[in-house]
């Protein structure tokens, strides 16, 4: 897509205006190089959905007026689209992870083709509308219920893939290697859906995914290990061995509840990140998703592999699952990314400040990190994580993907324009403009490919519960 956009104040990260900007996505801190993170009056030129110049200081003219605060677009790093329907109904009660599970289980089990691509479009429509332009999304509801393949053994997968599309947003979709219900043990009746049987079956289909997926400019292809829980020690190399021949991302749920640790040391006499150590799972390809309840000698582990860590905030303290030592594992040398999840709420500004306030309450200090840096853990490391490094940046070169946040509502008016007013003080609801590879996908908080977003999730929840 091509065009012109202006924005009023825009978050550049540092970034050299006209000029492409770090090598490395994520790299240095705001600020170095002596330039400011915000650019204001910048007008952005686009060319086949790429950002081709940045002139600061001019006037709109002919382009498209991006009034408000301009930050890239954010990388949802851990989505399972299905559960947005549990919103509402899980915060019901008390109880824990494992009775939440059976209600999501329940959803599960009632999903089909047809109401997962009316659900996950939805579900990603909304996330457009939260400034959202690339979704990794952990499928693993590969199956028809009692675990039979569909004729098309891939078809809720391609769901997923036309959901995106219809959506207006980017996908890697994350197919997840799902054997067992815990340790060695057979999947139950529900889980019957998510399994393939062996890893090298789940590879054999997700090789065939991948291939259909290489057709779509908005898609790419990547891998899961559900988690040490689902899949054997044994079978762990295989899907480790199928990334690394795709150059694939590779993501993982880690130490997400302590039974899973004890589970894991009971069964194979180490941790569940040293499994995944062992048999090749880590890595700078690689995202262990929670990563919540740690050893020193884990994070040492995660860091020195250049593992990324995906944290959930807002998944994490609604599940009670605890908070990871986000600060620890980025000072032993993982980048950090944010994913909404469960969508208890879909606000990647809120999964933003949540990991630096969840820090503050472990620590009882302030300020474990800036704003900038809390922002690129939303844009350039989440979209890096995902298979799409060229992607989370405000520069030249990069995938022109642009998020306007509001700077005249209740939450956000303020007498000088700064990326802590995002952080810290707005909310999905402030986003008013997202363009994807130069392609206008919302307009004044109206998205324009999914008109009642609203509506959609109204239907597509409701469907599924009634069925």
């Known amino acids: 897509m091509n065009g012109r956009f202006w924005a009023r104040h825009a978050w550049t990260g540092g970034a050299q205006a006209g000029a492409p900007g770090p090598g490395t996505p994520g790299a240095g801190v705001s600020g170095s190089g002596g330039s400011d993170p915000l ?20 006037e709109p003219g002919d382009a498209v007026v991006l009034d408000g605060l301009v930050l890239p677009g954010l990388a949802n790093a851990h989505s399972h689209a299905f559960h947005r329907a549990l919103r509402g109904e899980t915060q019901v009660g008390g109880g824990t992870f494992w009775t939440w599970r059976e209600t999501m289980y329940r959803a599960a089990a009632a999903l089909d083709p047809d109401t997962y691509l009316d659900l996950a479009t939805a579900v990603y429509a909304e996330m457009a ?34 959901a995106a599309a219809r959506a207006g947003i980017r996908i890697t979709l994350l197919d997840t290697c799902y054997l067992s219900s815990g ?19 789940w590879a054999e289909r997700a090789e065939a995914l991948a291939v259909a997926l290489d057709k779509h400019p908005h898609a790419v292809a990547g891998a899961a290990v559900h988690s040490v ?17 795709r150059l694939a991302p590779i993501h993982a749920h880690l130490s997400e509840q302590p039974a899973e640790n004890e589970g894991c040391v009971e069964a194979y006499g180490v941790t569940p990140t040293r499994l995944l150590a062992d048999h090749g799972v880590l890595g700078p390809r690689a995202t262990a998703v929670h990563a919540t309840h740690l050893t020193g000698d884990d994070v040492a582990l995660l860091g020195g592999s250049a593992t990324t860590v995906c944290m959930c905030p807002t998944t994490e303290r609604d599940l009670a699952d605890g908070i990871g030592p986000a600060k620890d594992l980025q000072l032993a040398g993982s980048r950090l990314t944010l994913g909404s999840d469960s969508h208890a709420v879909i606000d990647l500004f809120e999964e933003a400040r949540g990991m630096e306030l969840d820090e503050r309450l472990r620590t009882r200090r302030r300020g474990h990190w ?27 070169g990069a995938v022109a993907d642009l998020v306007t946040v509001s700077l005249d509502s209740v939450r956000t008016v303020t007498p000088r324009p700064r990326p802590e007013t995002a952080v810290f003080a707005a909310t999905a609801a402030d986003v008013r403009d997202v363009v994807v590879g130069g392609r206008l996908v919302v307009r004044h908080g109206a998205h324009r490919l999914v008109p009642d977003v609203p509506a959609a999730l109204r239907r597509a929840v409701g469907r599924l519960w009634a069925s």
């Open 39 to 58: 650019e204001s009056g910048l007008l952005i030129e686009v060319t086949d959905g790429r950002i081709t110049a940045l002139r600061p200081g001019g």
């Open 129 to 162: 509308l939260a400034g959202i332009t690339c979704v990794g999304e952990f499928h693993y509801l590969h199956h028809a219920p009692g675990g039979t393949p569909y004729a098309d053994p891939n078809v809720m997968g391609e769901a997923l893939v036309e």
């Open 183 to 201: 340790f060695g043990a057979p999947p139950d009746a529900t889980q019957a859906r998510f399994s393939d049987g062996t890893a090298h079956a």
């Open 229 to 245: 829980r689902a899949v054997p020690a044994d079978q762990l190399a295989v899907v480790a061995a199928w990334a690394e021949g």
């Open 370 to 396: 800036s704003a900038d840096e809390l922002l690129r853990a939303a844009t350039g490391d989440g979209h890096a994580s995902l298979g799409w490094p060229e992607a989370g940046r405000i520069e030249v």
